[in-house]
């Protein structure tokens, strides 16, 4: 990528950040003075990935609604702890990873991307679901060997779009142990894609 892009991008990506952050702030300080509203504002913004998240934990969408609400009745309960440091996203996740690993200890029924988790929009056409679909398999493959914490790290790059920097402080892994994992899952990946000849970067 030409140089200037990358410093476009990145400062798009910064200020885009620092704009979440102070309409969480907003949102985080009116539901702590008890507004609902805000509070579900909140949630709004958040569900979505949390759900997702669930999903790869658990192996059925009734535990992952159950995990959303588990998750976010900890998060307003905790709300007056969060200080700020990090984006709310990050601490967010953080409750629901420490939350998930917690559940499935006590259930004893867990996986990494179930096969009916669904990471397409309904909106792409049938050739981008089929590259979702390779991409899907070509990561479970590149996380067979891994053990479970780092298989959730992949999970949440390839899957919920999370930073390595917002990875490795929910989990606790050093970024460049998950840079190198996450290499290994898109090395598989482009062969795949090789293997079926489509073109295109990864």
Known sequence: MDPKAEKKITAEKKSENEAVRKRDQVLIKAAIHGSSKAFATLISYYQTRVYRFGLSFFKNNADADDFVQDVFIKVYTNLTSFRGDSQFSTWLMRIAYTTALNNV???????????????????????????????????????????????????????????????????????????????RAKKILKEKLEDMDIKGTI
């Open 105 to 183: 200890t006590r259930r004893k029924e867990c996986e990494s991307i179930p096969e009916n988790f669904d990471v397409v929009s309904p909106d792409l056409t049938p050739e981008q679901i089929e590259l979702q679909e390779i991409t899907k398999d070509a990561i479970n493959e590149a996380l067979k060997d891994l053990p479970e914490k780092y298989r959730y790290c992949l999970d949440m790059y390839f899957f919920l779009g999370m930073s390595y920097s917002d990875i490795s402080e929910v989990v606790d892994i050093p970024v460049n142990t998950l840079k190198s994992n996450v290499f």
